[in-house]
């Protein structure tokens, strides 16, 4: 019988852990700013995420198909019709700074 | 008139025993006296709901009615509702007016639902317990010092304590179930395609869906009839019309094969609450069911799994909040790389951080095979598992949570420990199999989910199976102290 004692990270061996180094690598990619001081941490709670999902290593996958979705449909396609009239003025009034229509950003080029 | 089913309310309204207006006053009523104790919604919209409520009135009075005309319901703030902030529990998202209806939110207007606000939840659907919410937990109407369940804590807070007639949820892993659970109402997740996704703010795509959270099985069918069926706006939302749920309540369910998984009822599971599921069984079989072993082998993988799937898709789907179109800005952004870093290491929580960057990692250069793969041929184990095992019953019955409602603060320090308070929900959701949760009784005093699996599209059989119950127990009428 499979219980919870099987699945407490204490057991799921050396896993995975990630050092502060890998951390800012990580969040740099995900575009996030990660404090200094959090890095230590967030290094550990992740650490433990990465070994509790390590028992998944232990199963034999050979020859299993991957699933990425539920259901087994064919996407389908719709006419090539306008359908949506441009409402510009009502999705910038939510925008934090627009200008001209246009979304304004840090100067990107010097 | 706040202990009326949605049943009853359609028929008093119908009657002209009250109008919606007057129904609506008093729910708004209501929420304004207990929501303090509560925290269940985010947003109030009263002026709306009035305006909306005085439409119903017209339309009923004109003899006009739609199925839920004048009907007070709440939505979680994971819909999007034009001109109604939609905050996702998100500081991201504080100051985000939603420009348009989620179709789930323009199918209840054009039944005549009542929106009365939008219920508090988990930021970004990204949590069991309502605690990472921007707008602070959600205290289970039960006992005020435990969480109500999450991601959809606010949706079934605010069911138990009669604070709407019923309201939607959305459910990535159990957000729906297990909140349900722990509140002591019904809840339903949907077969994945069921319900359209569109205008629900995405978390994980191949695994959010979204269904309805009330008392009873017979007012969740009602619901579940104005959120199912086709949309050209979501792709992935099926194109086979809904069947009559209504008609499927009157099912009889003598001679109803119900699989008991063994892996399900072993260690982990709290006493009280298996008692509670042992003597939901025997009425199940008293009704005419027979009841039968059967297993789910990689249930234990399910967990590991969902935590690599789910966190890839969400990294991915978050990748949108970047502080440029709408959403939180930083103050005094340096650059753009900073505008993007600060933006969204403010705006959102810590919890949806870890799983940004747990997704980020799995999905990184090199680690992709190991884990998202990895977990994507796990999940193909998994829906394995069900296919053999609805070649033998019909429908699964096991617990819906390993316990009954947990302390605040209790499990909010240790994400793994969190998260696997979803130990029973989420293969179903890795599969896109539908699932429900039933209120069977009290353990220590707070009450016990029943979760009932179906066979794809098969809700119909999920919710005679929960009607029958209902009608021969009286569980999902049990509510809170403190709530009048």
Redesign the interface.
């Given at each position: 019988?499979?219980?919870?004692?099987?699945?407490k990270?204490e057991d799921a061996g050396e896993g995975m852990s990630?050092e502060r180094q890998?951390?800012e690598k990580?969040?740099h990619?995900?575009?996030?700013?990660?404090p200094e001081e959090d890095r230590e941490t967030?290094a550990r709670?992740?650490s433990?995420?990465?070994d509790?999902?390590?028992?998944?290593?232990a199963?034999d996958?050979g020859g299993?198909?991957?699933?990425?979705?539920?259901?087994r449909?064919a996407?389908?396609l719709?006419p090539d019709r306008v359908t949506e009239e441009s409402?510009r003025e009502?999705?910038q009034?939510?925008?934090?700074?627009t200008e001209a229509g246009l979304?304004l950003?840090?100067?990107?080029i010097e | 008139m706040h202990n009326q089913s949605i049943t009853q309310l359609i028929a008093g309204l119908r009657n002209g025993d009250y109008s919606s207006v007057e129904l609506t006053r008093y729910f708004l009523d209501r929420i304004e006296r207990l929501d303090p104790g509560l925290n269940s919604y985010i947003t109030v919209d009263a002026e709306g709901a009035l305006a909306q409520a005085g439409i119903a009135d017209q339309m009923l009075r004109q003899g006009n009615g739609s199925p839920l005309s004048g009907v007070p319901i709440a939505h979680k703030d994971i819909f999007c509702t034009q001109g109604v902030r939609t905050s996702c529990g998100s500081r991201m998202l504080d100051n985000f007016i939603a420009p348009y209806d989620a179709t789930v939110v323009s199918r209840f207007k054009e039944a005549g639902a009542v929106m009365l606000g939008k219920t508090n939840m988990d930021e970004f659907a990204m949590g069991s317990s309502n605690e990472t919410s921007f707008y602070g937990p959600v205290h289970n109407p039960w006992d005020r010092a435990r969480v109500p369940g999450g991601s959809s804590g606010g949706s079934a807070a605010a069911v138990a304590a009669r604070l709407c007639a019923g309201a939607t949820g959305t459910d990535t892993g159990g957000s729906i179930r297990q909140p349900a659970a722990l509140c002591g109402i019904t809840g339903l997740k949907p077969t994945y395609g069921r319900v359209s996704r569109y205008g629900m703010i995405a978390f994980a795509s191949s695994l959010d869906q979204a269904g309805p959270m009330a008392r009873s099985a017979e007012e969740v069918a009602l619901m579940l009839q104005v959120m199912a069926g086709a949309d050209p706006r979501d792709s992935t939302c099926a194109e086979e019309s809904p069947p009559d749920y209504a008609a499927s309540l009157g099912q009889d369910i003598a001679g109803l094969r119900i699989g008991l998984p063994k892996e399900f009822f072993g260690e982990g599971l709290d006493s009280g609450v298996a008692a509670s599921l042992e003597a939901a069984m025997a009425q199940f079989r008293a009704l005419g069911a027979e009841v039968v072993e059967i297993s789910l082998p990689n249930n234990h993988l399910s967990v590991p799994a969902y935590y690599v799937v789910a966190p890839a898709e969400c990294s991915s789907n978050l990748a949108r909040f970047d502080g440029v179109r709408f959403g939180h800005r930083c103050h005094a952004p340096q650059n753009l790389e900073d505008l993007y870093k600060r933006s969204r290491a403010e705006g959102f929580g810590k919890e949806v951080k870890r799983r940004i960057l747990i997704g980020t990692y799995a999905l990184s250069a090199g680690y992709y095979d190991a884990y998202y793969l990895k977990a994507q041929r796990i999940r193909q184990l998994i829906a394995a598992d069900f296919r053999r095992a609805f070649e033998q019953v019909d429908i699964i019955a096991s617990p819906a949570t390993p316990g009954t409602a947990f302390a605040i603060g209790e499990k909010i320090d240790d994400p793994v420990t969190m998260y696997l308070s979803d130990i029973y929900t989420i293969a179903v959701n890795l599969a896109g199999l539908p699932g429900m949760s039933i209120p069977v009784g009290l353990a220590n005093s707070l009450p016990v989910g029943l979760q009932l699996i179906g066979n794809y599209f098969d809700e119909g059989r999920l919710l005679s199976a929960a009607h029958r119950f209902q009608q021969a127990t009286d569980w999902h009428l049990a509510a809170p102290a403190d709530i009048d």
């Open positions: 019988m499979i219980g919870f004692a099987s699945l990270t990630l890998e951390v990580i969040a990619l995900a575009r996030l700013a990660v967030l709670e992740l433990g995420i990465l509790f999902v390590e028992q998944m290593s199963v996958t299993v198909e991957p699933m990425a979705h539920p259901l449909m996407q389908r719709r409402r009502l999705f009034s939510i925008a934090p700074e979304y950003v840090p100067k990107v | -």
